[in-house]
């Protein structure tokens, strides 16, 4: 964690479990921190431009949203081809992650992943067929893994070390 | 919980962004036609009641110098238990799913650099004398949060 001072990582430490639901939250971080309001915005926002902080979000829990399937659909896609049609599956409202990875051959012939919501197994196999249908001739083969388990989750940690 | 209007205008809003201002909650409020406190206080509500799993800033840990790699391996049934408990012992190891294929248990290793990836996947090989397959991200299309509640 090279890029980050000891400031920016008593911040990224403060706000990892969340932000606190006060008025002026940031003012909140500041005097925990002993910094200023103005320091922790400044701080944030210029991790933000780094692309340390993708955004400042709400994490939608989709189980609780009624989205209760979840599908790893992967696919084995023309080397040739896999960037630009990964980016329109990857456009797709119903994609909430897609990544190119590397094959491991010959058990795992797929190198994109696209991770599919939907509110039942059914709606995951129609959502499915139509990234099938996007990939057309460019798609050797394609399956789809459902979790059966959560056996572990965590969020983000940070070593307690200063640098 | 049963989200009513306004609960659905907020999980939507807030998937896009948060205002790094010293008021950001009178400002998202104004978009929705709401207060700040009764933004707050729904807020509050959805993280409670686990609607919403967290808000807050999320990082990239890669752009903070650290590595993550998807790894997946393949257990016989009867091992299964097992593995878990000496894989989940790891403090690197960020989630993990059992899935229904022959590769049965698929996890996230997040390091603090990129040459620890390796070092720890290689470990639970040792420990568990199974392979640990590695599908590190090559290349990314874009995320967004885009749950529509």
Partial sequence: MTMLDPIDRRIVAATGGG??????????????????????????????????????ALAPNHYRL??????????????????????????????????RRPRA????????????HGSDRSEVEAKRLEIAQLLSEFCRANTVLYSTRILKKTGLRLSQKED | MDLDALDRAIVNRLQVGFPL???????????????????????????????ATRFGPFFDAEAMGGAFCLCAMSIPADQFDAVAQTVNARPEVAHNYERDHELNMWFVLATESPNDIDEIADAIQDETGLAVFRFPKLEEYFIGFKVTA
Avoid at chain 1, 37 to 48: G, K, P, T, W
Avoid at chain 1, 69 to 87: I, Q, R, Y
Avoid at chain 1, 107 to 116: I, R, S
């Fill in chain 1, 105 to 116: 051959l010959p058990q795992w012939p797929y190198n994109l992943f696209a991770m599919v």
């Fill in chain 2, 21 to 51: 201002a010293p008021n950001p909650f009178d400002i998202v409020a104004n978009d929705l036609g709401c207060t700040a406190p009764a933004l707050i206080s729904r807020l509050q509500r959805l993280v409670a009641t686990g609607a």
């Fill in chain 1, 66 to 99: 009624g989205m209760t399937a979840n599908g790893m659909t992967v696919w084995d896609v023309d080397d040739a081809h896999v960037s630009d049609l990964g980016k329109r599956v990857g456009a797709l409202p119903f994609v909430t992650h897609c990544y």
């Fill in chain 1, 19 to 56: 932000l606190p639901l006060v008025e002026r939250p940031y003012a909140q971080i500041a005097s925990e921190l002993e910094l200023t309001e103005d320091d922790v915005i400044s701080r944030l926002s210029a991790m933000q431009t780094q692309g340390i902080i993708r955004r400042i």
